[in-house]
């Protein structure tokens, strides 16, 4: 008792110390929180780090509460979509008022984007311009992604040939670039005036940038466009497909391992035209079904948090043979044109993050290519074989602004072997080209942003390097809206078929300018863009010196190009409709290969425009589409008039239609797909083709009026390719 | 003496400890009560930076978090558009928070099965196959960890009852996954007064949805 009752003292002696302190040292904390334009900000979450005191800032964005603490102490706001802040106070029992002003995080919408140029489709990123999925329901693109961005501005409707002709270049101006590398043979090979499809399916692809002039430095041997695409990466969870439609049949599968660090997956397709061209008969007389066979591999695998290895290999034979009245002929004699095709083409690629500064990706690629085409008598194997690696570094400089740079290697091997019989020529070469990388975009805030850099190349074959410079600037202008400026040098080494004549031929250039201004919602984007472009060193094969074909070819030729693109998408006004139309000015004129003089080129028209509608019934989950595209006339190369390039063709215009219904069959959901392709037998004019003398011709159309397609796909299992089914 | 010093300065430590644990526990029951009359999203937002305070004293509670994300899930649903994955994204964040404090928490994936589902609103057409997959994932992973816990019985219903019967859904075969999990309801008693005890009135609710066709 004695000895407890002095304890007990102590004890309440020390509550009391403990407690007094308590009260005596409450701080009263007051202010006011505001973003960068001085508005209040309400809602914001205040309070002094690990510890419970803290209040929610009111309408006003005032804030005032009491913290327990003392001493040295941090101050927290923080609040969605802006930058949590930290603040150095101490706690004395003093009150402290204090003023707070937050920033918007970085990673919102309100940051500027370089645009000028690119037009993106992706998942990714909330807001684009189209969404991955658009290019697959786009009526009368036939799942083709080049017919898909064919209803963006910046491209011509040039239905002889394959690839996207844009902004006054050829199709050969364009580059496909998968997961940074590029791909060297991105179309089916086709027969002459017959335009070939993109060997990769859409579904492919989890990202796609079209870019019609201005882009990085990351992406060189394109004057006119890259199309850059990014492959999917691991798939939610295994699944099983399979198609049929009235062209051909196809089955795939895609196992998710149980860790989900792992997958695997594989497709294979068979195509055959014939029986389709028995129903619906062709204007040109296939003397061979077109037949294409082929399968894919992929394999993807996440090696820790940030670092993903991909894999995809793909395989395809094909074949076709067609048959054509030979003009010069009066007795019935026929063009005759066969072709086997086989390609490989493998892209191994590895990204990840070294630390929160760098990030690096790696990759290889071989792709092999081999036509086997016999244009009457004639036997030519024409072969291409590409060996690639690419390495870039990024490092990030601050919140925003990053250092780019790295190296790539390309091995071209290009075999062409002509006989008929009694003479027979190999050409043979081989470029390596090697290419450097830097570029660094700068951001002044997340309002401005500047993006210089540059790439250096060297060929081999042509013994020739070039320096290209590469800048952009962006700004915002609004909420949503930005102005963008790009200026750049292009280069692209010749054709193959001119450097395999003469390998010193010296680079083709173009130079860009380009202004650009948009606004882009999540519902509604309006854009338009003027450009101007300068083609300088183009081939020119005139005047022939037939002795020596060599002696012929010369980087004479020059041109430019201008215009301007407007594109409108809106999902908004009407319910459940969704819209977008395009339209393209093009003022272009160039003197190359055998024109004697500058003249609009054959694969140009002025003005271009698209209207793409979307309806979705959601009562019974049918999709509807219409492409309505229109063009103006293009010149064509008529030797009974005395102007080069004097005649126009007919205009152009094509109305596409699709639809689709969607319905769920135990496990497997189900799309049933219908589509024509023009839908009113418009008979569309893409030239003509003369006799030697002039006094005979034939124009260049498509081979039917209509192009029916009508399919099943199925999916097993929940993955991407179910998306498609209930898209709008 | 000595005994009673040691035993006095034990007894101290434990009021100390039994203050702040009684501090958590008083903390977060006021917040769960503003949390039961949130109506609207400035009010959610209030609760949820109450419990972000505490979760943030508290740093090896897991409760706090997941209240934090709940809260936030809740904000999402009043939202729209790119609104909804903001709000998920940092439900996403807490709930992992959650995760790493209470590994194999029913209760956890139940909230995750939750966000999932709520991202499928930004666009159902476009998402509703996938994220409508991962939440049933999601929550079936919640059964296997707690077959008495009501919630992930009541997110698949509701994800059943919400898809379209074109797609195999419908109230048709909602309605005996909700009066299973009514049952649920009825058996279940929260561990403690904070513990996670929401959806019972949704699942009635939604019950007598099915029940009038």
């Known amino acids: 008792m004695k000895s407890i009752y002095p304890i007990s003292k102590i004890i309440l002696l020390l509550f009391l110390f403990v407690g007094s302190e308590r009260i005596s040292a409450q701080t009263k904390i007051t202010g006011k929180v505001t973003d960068g334009s001085k508005h209040p900000l309400a809602g914001v979450n205040v309070y002094v780090k690990d510890s419970y005191d803290g209040t929610s800032t009111g309408a006003d964005g005032s804030f005032s509460f009491m913290a327990a603490d003392t001493g040295k102490a941090t101050l927290v706001a923080s609040m969605i979509t802006f930058e949590k802040i930290e603040k150095q106070v101490v706690l004395q029992g003093k009150d402290i008022a204090i003023n707070l002003v937050l920033k918007e995080s970085s990673n919102q919408l309100k940051t500027v984007v370089i645009s000028a140029g690119t037009m993106e489709a992706s998942d990714e990123k909330k807001v684009t311009i189209l969404k991955p999925l658009d290019i697959v329901t786009t009526a009368g693109a036939q799942g083709d992604i080049t017919g898909a961005l064919k209803t963006l501005p910046g491209t011509q409707q040039v239905g002889e040939s394959a690839g996207l002709f844009v902004r006054g270049g ?171 095709n086989q390609n490989y083409y493998t892209n191994l690629t590895f990204k990840d993050n070294l630390n929160g500064k760098w990030k690096y990706y790696l990759g290889a690629s071989y792709s092999y290519n081999l036509d086997d085409i016999k244009p009457d008598n004639l036997h030519v194997l024409n072969s291409n074989e590409l060996a690639q690696g690419k390495v870039l570094f990024t490092r990030s400089i601050g919140n925003l602004s990053l250092l780019r740079f790295g190296g790539e290697y390309q091995d071209n091997h290009d075999i062409s072997d002509i006989q008929n019989g009694i003479y027979h020529s190999v050409y043979n070469i081989r470029d390596e080209y090697t290419a450097g990388i830097v570029e660094t975009d700068i951001f002044l805030s997340s309002k401005i942003v500047a993006r210089i850099g540059g790439r250096y190349e060297y060929s081999s074959l042509q013994e020739k390097s070039n320096i290209a410079p590469r800048t952009s600037l962006a700004f915002k202008t609004s909420a949503n809206g930005q102005i963008s400026l790009a200026y750049g040098d292009f280069y692209e080494r010749p054709e193959t078929r001119y450097l395999l004549e003469k390998p010193s031929l010296n680079y083709e250039r173009a130079t860009h300018y380009i202004v650009n201004y948009q606004v882009v919602q999540e519902q509604r984007t309006f854009r338009i863009e003027a450009y101007y472009k300068k083609y300088q060193d183009l081939v020119t094969t005139l005047p022939t010196n037939l002795q020596n074909l060599q002696d012929s070819l010369h980087n004479n030729g020059s041109g430019y190009a201008q215009g301007i693109d407007i594109f409108w998408r809106d999902k908004k006004t009407f319910r459940n409709w969704d819209y977008w139309v395009s339209y393209s000015y093009l003022d272009t004129k160039r003197q190359y290969i055998n024109y004697p003089e500058v003249a609009e080129p054959i694969f140009a028209t ?123 | 003496m000595k005994n009673s010093i040691l035993f006095c300065l034990g007894f101290m430590f434990f009021l100390q400890v039994g203050a702040q644990n009684k501090r958590y526990v008083s903390s977060m029951e006021k917040n769960l009560k503003m949390m039961d009359t949130c109506k609207s999203a400035p009010s959610y937002q209030q609760t949820a930076n109450g419990f972000e305070r505490i979760a943030n004293a508290e740093k090896k509670e897991w409760l706090p978090a997941y209240y934090v994300s709940l809260c936030n899930v809740f904000m999402a649903t009043t939202m729209k558009g790119d609104k909804i994955d903001e709000y998920c994204d940092i439900a996403e964040k807490y709930a992992n928070k959650a995760d790493s404090l209470s590994p194999n928490n029913s209760e956890v994936y139940a909230l995750r099965a939750l966000i999932y589902s709520s991202r499928i609103s930004v666009n159902p057409m476009l998402r509703g196959a996938k994220f409508g997959g991962m939440s049933g994932e999601m929550s079936s992973k919640a059964k296997e960890l707690d077959p008495n816990n009501p919630r992930p019985y009541l997110l698949q219903a509701q994800g059943m009852y919400y898809t379209p019967p074109q797609f195999g859904g419908g109230k048709d075969k909602a309605l005996p996954l909700l009066e299973e999990t009514v049952k649920k309801y009825e058996a279940f008693h929260p561990a403690s007064t904070i513990h996670p005890d929401w959806g019972k009135e949704r699942a009635k609710m939604l019950l007598d949805e099915c029940k009038k066709k």
């Open chain 1, 170 to 340: 050829t199709g050969n101006e364009t580059k496909t670039i998968i997961d940074g590398m590029v791909v060297a043979n991105p179309y089916f090979s086709g027969a002459p005036d017959i335009a070939a499809r993109g060997r990769f399916s859409p579904f492919l692809f989890k990202g796609t940038v079209f870019s019609t002039g201005g882009y990085s430095a990351q992406y060189g041997q394109a004057m006119s466009s890259a199309l850059v695409l990014e492959t999917q990466d691991l798939p939610e969870s295994s699944s099983a497909t399979a198609a049929i439609s009235s062209v051909g049949v196809g089955v795939g599968i895609n196992k998710l391992f149980k860790d989900s660090t792992t997958s695997v997956g594989g497709d294979f397709n068979y195509t055959n035209l014939g029986p389709y061209y028995n129903l619906v008969p062709q204007d040109v007389k296939m003397t061979q079904t077109p037949i294409f066979t082929g399968g894919s591999l992929n394999f993807r695998q996440k090696v820790d948090e940030t670092g993903i290895l991909k894999f995809y290999g793909y395989v395809n034979t094909s074949q076709l043979g067609v048959s054509r009245p030979n003009l010069d002929s009066t007795n019935g004699y026929m063009d005759n044109f066969i072709l086997k």
């Open chain 1, 606 to 728: 002025p003005h271009t425009a698209s209207l793409v509608v979307k309806r979705f019934i959601p009562s019974i989950l049918v999709n509807l589409g219409a492409t309505y595209t229109y063009a103006t006339g293009r010149p064509y190369y008529n030797p009974n008039n005395p102007v080069f390039l004097g005649d126009r063709t007919p205009e152009y215009s094509k109305l596409g239609f699709t639809a689709s219904y969607v319905r769920k069959f135990g496990k497997a959901f189900s799309v049933f797909v219908i589509g024509v392709d023009n839908v009113l037998g418009t008979n569309n004019i893409y030239g003509y083709r003369y006799s030697t003398d002039g006094t005979r011709s034939a124009p260049i159309t498509a081979t039917a009026s209509r192009m029916y397609f009508i399919g099943i796909f199925m999916s097993f299992g929940i993955d991407r390719t179910q998306d498609v089914l209930n898209n709008n």
